[in-house]
């Protein structure tokens, strides 16, 4: 067995497969945003680990199918329960880990996270089976566990966005197998603890660590699961989505956004700003964040005053500081590759208003452009990072042509103090999720997903639980049984 102390917390390095650590014979390297110190050795699977996994799932399936949604609603309660009690430790290692800022997961995200599991073990037990008669016949459309599920997660947010995938599809009875993003795989190691101290049947939920080319490509091929689900880029999306087409298996995927966020001249120009400046939170490390700034050209001047004061007041800093508000970007790559965005739109001709580089360590300064044109690359592909787009509109359908100018399509951000144009915006932008006057709020019940390469199928709510069953439609005929 083997471990790292990860700020002061235990947590194990290996496998978590069958109930059990595996310790796998290769590792990797996992580092500290907050100074680049290596903080743990994981390990690194590969096609036998994948194996032994989705075997343990395939094993466990039956079982947990059995214990039906209200038995398993109350595992899944008391895990809720038990990542409420461990928010301190979840949040600290989750800090070192890819450095969300430390106040935000510990008031916020943490909790979150257990409530999905709450909510889906809410969900999972009032998930009514359909029953009416027609043609003589009685029918009933019959939910059942799909089987073995395989969730991949990206490393932003790592323990709470596997938990909005992991949750439902235990809730819906079928095992999962979650292999964790290589640069923050540590905080999915704790959950794999606190499913075993709930009372997780072995092989319920299982940890493969290891890269997306070695363990993630071989546990997508494998041809004993039933379900994929994805969150990270359209590009790995493809790759996975081929996977998945060999052995026929439904895939859902949340992909990448380049949300657009619109400022009407009747917005609350404060409210909006402020906003806008917050899209530098966790360094814009969030997929749905609006990093197209968007403002009604009669506004332009008393917004951009409004966002420059308020991007003024940001601290770049330590995530565990709570001063803090612009944290560092996860790893040299991914800043090395913010920093090349910049670069090129700089030798393209994009002007830069603010920011622009790195800002010492892994922090880079909050950076905004107003792009020389709107196919330039700055407004057409996601940076994940602290970097945003400022353009501006003359009417409500110019705003509407460039908010659906991107082949992204995941989120979009309003402000505007009329309700008409709230309806009418909000249909018109090509998004599966638009906020008017807020940002991020969302009820756990609705649907979540994109359109365009933003991402395949609906998560959230029942349209997850519908994700992991499969449906049946029993017809028996009326009066032929008593
Ligand atoms: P990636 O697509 O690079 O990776 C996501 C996950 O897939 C990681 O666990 C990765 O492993 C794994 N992976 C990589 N290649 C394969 C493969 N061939 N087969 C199976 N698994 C593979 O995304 P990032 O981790 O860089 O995350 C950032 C992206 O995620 C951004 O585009 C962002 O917008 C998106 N995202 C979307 C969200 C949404 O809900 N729509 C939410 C959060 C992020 P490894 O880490 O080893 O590469």
Not at 5 to 23: F, K, M, N
Not at 79 to 97: H, P, S, W, Y
């Amino acid at each position: 067995m083997s471990s790292a102390t990860v700020a002061g917390h235990e947590v194990s390095t290996d496998h978590w497969i069958g109930g059990e650590r595996v310790a796998g014979s290769e590792r990797f390297e996992v580092i500290t945003p907050i100074d680049g110190s290596v903080i743990a050795q994981v390990a690194a699977g590969g096609a036998h680990e994948a194996d032994l996994a989705v075997a343990a799932a395939h094993a466990a399936a039956p079982g947990w199918a059995a214990l039906g949604p209200v038995g398993r609603a109350t595992l899944l309660t008391r895990l809720a329960d038990l990542i409420d009690q461990n928010v301190e430790r979840l949040a600290a290692v989750e800090c070192a880990d890819m450095a969300m800022l430390l106040e935000s997961l510990r008031l916020r995200v943490i909790h979150r996270a257990a409530a999905n599991f709450r909510n889906y073990a809410e969900l999972a037990a009032s998930y009514e089976e359909r029953d009416w008669r027609s043609k003589g016949t009685w029918n009933r459309v019959q939910r059942m566990p799909a089987g073995p599920a395989a969730v991949i997660t990206p490393w932003n947010a790592p323990f709470m966005l596997s938990t909005w995938k992991v949750a439902p599809a235990l809730a819906a009875g079928c095992p999962v197998v979650l292999k964790p993003a290589e640069w923050s795989p540590l905080s999915c190691s704790l959950l794999a603890d606190l499913t075993a101290q709930a009372g997780f049947p072995p092989g319920v939920f299982n940890v493969l660590q290891g890269t997306g080319e070695q363990a993630g490509a071989a546990l997508v091929a494998h041809p004993m699961l039933r379900r994929i689900s994805f969150t990270g880029s359209p590009e790995t999306a493809r790759e996975i989505g081929v996977a998945a087409a060999r052995n026929l298996v439904p895939f859902t995927g949340e992909l990448g956004g380049k949300g657009p966020l619109i400022v009407f001249e009747d917005a609350d120009l404060d409210a909006a700003a402020a906003k806008a400046a917050g899209q530098y939170d966790d360094a814009g490390q969030v997929c749905l964040a609006g990093t197209r700034l968007l403002v009604q050209e009669s506004v332009r001047d008393e917004f951009l005053e409004r966002f420059h004061a308020a991007v003024d007041r940001h601290v770049l800093g330590d995530p565990r500081a709570p001063e803090t508000t612009v944290s560092p970007l996860i790893h040299p790559e991914h800043l090395a590759r913010v920093d090349g965005f910049v670069k090129r739109a700089v030798a393209a001709g994009d002007r830069l208003v603010r920011g622009g580089q790195p800002a010492g360590g892994l922090l880079y300064e909050p950076t905004l452009f107003e792009p020389r044109a709107n196919d330039s690359e700055i407004v057409q592909r996601e940076v994940f990072g602290p970097v945003l787009t400022f353009q501006t509109f003359a009417d409500e359908a110019e705003a509407i042509a460039l908010s659906n100018s991107t082949p992204y399509g995941l989120s979009g951000i309003v402000y505007t103090s009329s309700m008409g144009r709230a309806d009418r915006v909000g249909r018109a932008v090509r998004a599966g999720v638009v906020w008017v006057n807020t940002f991020l709020v969302r009820d756990l019940t609705a649907p979540f997903g994109g359109i365009g390469i933003s991402g395949l199928g609906r998560e959230g709510g029942n349209y997850a639980l519908d994700f992991y069953s499969d449906l049946k439609t029993l017809q028996i005929l009326e009066g032929s049984v008593r």
